[in-house]
Structure formats: structure tokens, C-alpha cells
């Protein structure tokens, strides 16, 4: 093989990104076509790990051109729109009435509720101008960091200090990031997606904070959600502005 017919590191990482999203697609459709909320919760839990296995695959490939600045209370990046697919807010609610204790969800439910308030509906840029942080922060630490929505995942930054000017800014200066990670988190939401539409469901892109507020309402969410039920469907409205 001659040096310029070589795979660079580059392609090869998006050959594993779109294998990986096909893997995704597959993987959702067989759970979803005799879906149970417990198949559901399982699949979305195989999607984090597959994100997080097809993350590292790719950072080996492709490092970042500098060490990713990301770590426990540095929440610059909390104060965003964030949105999800229905399966993954599932997996988050599951991991809240698991760990918190009753004390915990209540005090939860009303700062959800609180900051839902304000961001209902909103767009991105109406969302970041707010600059209010997201609800799951805890000492300016994620308290479900172990379960995060994918685009949590995608999201790094090598530069903590850009993280802190694009705060200040409300989110309008730009952040180092690594690309290949972002289409990596990408690429298996977009496998959720898809399998999700050959399983027959809608497709719903949910605000985070909303549909949270929203499944702590409601503990049959879940339940209902996977019996074809519009649960979540305010939780993915935007304003007409």
C-alpha cells in the first residue's frame, strides 16, 4: 500500500463512529419492537456505555490537542440548553429514585420545577442568555454524572478558562472542543433515533430540565411512555417567537 492510500487516524475514527451508529440503530429496534420499560432503561444503558466505549476508541485515534479540562466542579458548560431522547431521561429518572433518598427528590422536584419555569420551551440561545444552571448540579458537580444524556457526553472543552469567558459571556464566545468526540456522543443519539423510528415511535427531541420535571410527577412515566403515550410531548414544544 502506498503512503497515500493510507486510512489516517481521522477516517478511521469515523469509520468507528458510523459503525457505531449502526450498532446503535440495531440494538435499539430489537428492544423497542417488544419494548418494556425495562427494555428500554437496558438498551439506553448499552447506549451510554457504547458512547462511552466509541469516545475512547476515537481519543486514542484523534487525542485532542490538548488534555480535555472537563472534571467535577467545573459546571461553565451546565447553564446550556440540553435536550434527549426519551429512553435516556428514563435511565435518569430510574438513577434518581434508586439513589436519592425521599428528602433528596423532593428538594429536587421543586428546584426542577423552579428552573423549568423560566425554561420551558425556550430556544437555545433564549435558554443561555438565562445562564441558570441545570438542575442536577450539586456543589457544582453532576449528581447523575454516572447516567448523563449523551449530550453531556459530547460536550469538552480544552480550555477551562474559554469555558469560563463563554460563560460570562452567556455562552457567546466560543470553546475549544474536540470535534470527533461531539460526533462520537452524536452518532449514538442519532442510532437511538433511528431504531427508535424503525421500533414505530415518534421522535421526540426532549429538553432535559422539562422532561425531568415532567417524570417526577409522574412515577408511571415510563410505563406509560412505552405504551405509546404522548407523556413527554410538552417537554419537546418550543416557543413560536
Given at each position: 500500500m502506498n503512503e497515500s492510500s493510507e486510512i489516517t487516524p481521522a477516517a478511521e475514527a469515523r469509520d468507528i463512529i458510523a459503525r457505531a451508529t449502526v450498532a446503535q440503530?440495531?440494538?435499539?429496534?430489537?428492544?423497542?419492537?417488544?419494548?418494556?420499560?425495562?427494555?428500554?432503561?437496558?438498551?439506553?444503558?448499552?447506549?451510554?456505555?457504547?458512547?462511552?466505549?466509541?469516545?475512547a476508541k476515537v481519543l486514542k485515534l484523534v487525542p485532542p490537542p490538548s488534555p480535555i479540562a472537563c472534571q467535577a466542579g467545573c459546571p461553565w458548560c451546565c447553564h446550556i440548553r440540553l435536550t434527549a431522547s426519551a429512553p435516556e431521561v428514563l435511565v435518569v429518572l430510574k438513577y434518581i429514585r434508586d439513589t436519592f433518598s425521599n428528602g433528596e427528590i423532593a428538594a429536587l422536584k421543586r428546584k426542577i420545577a423552579n428552573i423549568d419555569g423560566f425554561t420551558r420551551r425556550l430556544d437555545g440561545e433564549a435558554r443561555a442568555k438565562l445562564r441558570l444552571p441545570c438542575p442536577l448540579l450539586k456543589d457544582g458537580s453532576c449528581s447523575v454524572h454516572e447516567v448523563r444524556p449523551l449530550s453531556c457526553r459530547g460536550v469538552v472543552s480544552v480550555d477551562v478558562g474559554a469555558c469560563k469567558r463563554a460563560y460570562d459571556s452567556h455562552m457567546q464566545e466560543p470553546v475549544p472542543q474536540h470535534e470527533l468526540q461531539i460526533q462520537a456522543a452524536n452518532a449514538i443519539g442519532y442510532g437511538i433515533y433511528a431504531g427508535l423510528a424503525d421500533a414505530g415511535f415518534d421522535l421526540e427531541d426532549l429538553e432535559f430540565t422539562a422532561a425531568l420535571a415532567l417524570g417526577l410527577e409522574d412515577k408511571d412515566i415510563g410505563k406509560r411512555w412505552v405504551n405509546g403515550e404522548g407523556v413527554f410531548t410538552a417537554a419537546a414544544e418550543m416557543k413560536k417567537f
Open positions: 440503530r440495531k440494538d435499539t429496534k430489537k428492544a423497542m419492537v417488544k419494548e418494556t420499560l425495562a427494555r428500554t432503561i437496558n438498551m439506553a444503558g448499552r447506549a451510554l456505555k457504547r458512547a462511552e466505549d466509541t469516545i
